[in-house]
Every structure is written in C-alpha cells, then in structure tokens.
C-alpha cells in the first residue's frame, strides 16, 4: 500500500474543533482532495484494517464513544480505541509522546482552544485537504455555501460542526428571566451562593473568552 494511504502512527494526524465546531483531520499524507482517485477510500479502509486500530481521541461522554466506536466498526469493520482524556490532558499527553518519538493517537477531537492555542502552534498538525478521499466529503456540494470551513489559514483544523453555546442560563423555577436584564444583575447580593460556573482555567466548553467576562 502507498505510503499516502496509510493510517500510520508515524504521522500525527490531530483534528480539532473551532469555537462552536468539531474538527477531525486524519492527517497521513497523500494526494490533494481534487486529485483523489475513485479507489482511495477503498484502499485507505485497506490500510486501516491491517493496521488493526484507530486510536481516537474524543469528548469524554458516553454517548459520543459509544457512537463513534461501535458506528465507526460497524460501518467499516475496524475497531476504535476511543481516549477521553480531555483536552488540555490530551495536549499534556500528545506533547510526551512526541518528545519520546511515539505517534499514537489518529484522531483528535475536540473544542477550539486546545488545538488552535496548543496543537497548531506546536506544529502537529498535516494538512487536512490530501487526507480526504471518501467521497461523501469531497463532494463540496454536501457542505453548507459549498466549501469546508477551517479555523486556520493552514487547513490543518476542519470545522464540521456549527452552532451557538449559551454562555448564560438560568433555572426559570427559581429566577424569572427578567430579572436577570444585564450581566450587572448577577452582582446582586441576593445571588451570591446561587451561582455555579465551570472553570475557566480549564480548556473547553465553558472556558471560551466570553466565559472569562
């Protein structure tokens, strides 16, 4: 099999999401999308299958890995060995092993700011365009304004999903939504102690810029 076809370990192939998206790149190399031969998909599940594994790293939610690792085998007969570290634990991990020369993980998915902030700037990203070959996505008329949309300038980070996080919610059993007219209501003294928020420190949903004000 073609180098340009393999699910290698040798290259890291990272994908990571935008701010309200998902990305996932699987970054072994190859042929520009625009030139991928009919027979590519085929031969890259090929390949896949005689590697044995795809190693995944995703969101830690049982719905999720139940959806990609039994959909994904079903669908092509090759197992998933699904990581759900999260994010900044990923990047921590990923770091290692490359210091070490190990390239184990296939595919990263992920919200915006491990990848974009983390991955890319440490340049462990390919390319996504060579990789896609399957043709349900080379097909640009299946995506919204007819062209795949990227965080970077590089295309090393596919944005496949889109959609608005609330960064404010509230239990309308125990407040009326009136109450809260600006974000100077939640400095009301009567609030204090009826607050819950999710780190900011920590990288993923809840820790986006607009979480910090």
Same mark, same amino acid.
């Given at each position: 099999? =073609?180098?340009?076809?393999?699910?290698?370990?040798?290259? #890291?192939?990272?994908?990571?999401?935008?701010?309200?998206?998902?990305?996932?790149? +699987?970054?072994f190399g190859g042929r520009r999308m625009a030139d991928a031969?009919?027979? =590519?998909?085929?031969?890259?599940?090929?390949?896949?299958?005689?590697?044995?594994t795809v190693v995944v790293d995703g969101p830690p939610i049982? =719905?999720?890995?139940?959806?990609?690792?039994?959909?994904?085998?079903?669908?092509?007969?090759? $197992?998933?060995?699904?990581?759900?570290?999260?994010?900044s634990q990923s990047a921590a991990r990923v770091r290692a092993?490359?210091?070490?020369?190990?390239?184990?993980?296939?595919? #990263?998915?992920?919200?915006?700011?491990? $990848?974009?902030?983390?991955?890319?700037?440490?340049? @462990?990203?390919?390319?996504?365009?060579?990789? +896609?070959?399957? !043709?349900?996505?080379?097909?640009?008329?299946? @995506?919204?304004?007819?062209?795949?949309?990227?965080?970077?300038?590089?295309?090393?980070?596919?944005?496949? +999903?889109?959609?608005?996080?609330?960064? /404010?919610?509230?239990?309308?059993?125990?407040?009326? !939504?009136?109450?809260?007219?600006? @974000?100077?209501? /939640? /400095?009301? !003294?009567? @609030?204090?102690?009826?607050?819950?928020?999710?780190? !900011?420190?920590?990288?993923?949903?809840?820790?986006?810029?607009?979480?910090?004000?």
């Amino acid at each position: 099999m =073609a180098d340009h076809f393999r699910l290698g370990r040798r290259r #890291f192939l990272a994908g990571a999401t935008a701010a309200s998206t998902v990305t996932i790149p +699987l970054a072994f190399g190859g042929r520009r999308m625009a030139d991928a031969q009919p027979n =590519a998909f085929a031969s890259l599940i090929a390949a896949a299958k005689r590697e044995g594994t795809v190693v995944v790293d995703g969101p830690p939610i049982d =719905a999720t890995r139940e959806a990609l690792t039994r959909g994904f085998e079903k669908a092509y007969g090759i $197992p998933v060995a699904y990581v759900s570290s999260g994010s900044s634990q990923s990047a921590a991990r990923v770091r290692a092993e490359r210091a070490a020369g190990k390239y184990l993980l296939d595919v #990263f998915i992920s919200g915006s700011d491990t $990848p974009t902030m983390t991955f890319l700037p440490n340049g @462990w990203l390919d390319r996504v365009e060579p990789i +896609l070959v399957a !043709p349900d996505v080379i097909d640009r008329r299946k @995506w919204k304004d007819g062209h795949l949309l990227y965080e970077d300038d590089q295309h090393t980070i596919l944005r496949v +999903l889109q959609f608005v996080t609330p960064e /404010l919610a509230v239990n309308t059993k125990l407040v009326k !939504p009136s109450e809260i007219k600006t @974000w100077k209501s /939640l /400095l009301d !003294p009567k @609030w204090q102690g009826k607050i819950i928020a999710k780190d !900011p420190s920590i990288s993923g949903a809840g820790a986006s810029l607009t979480s910090y004000f």
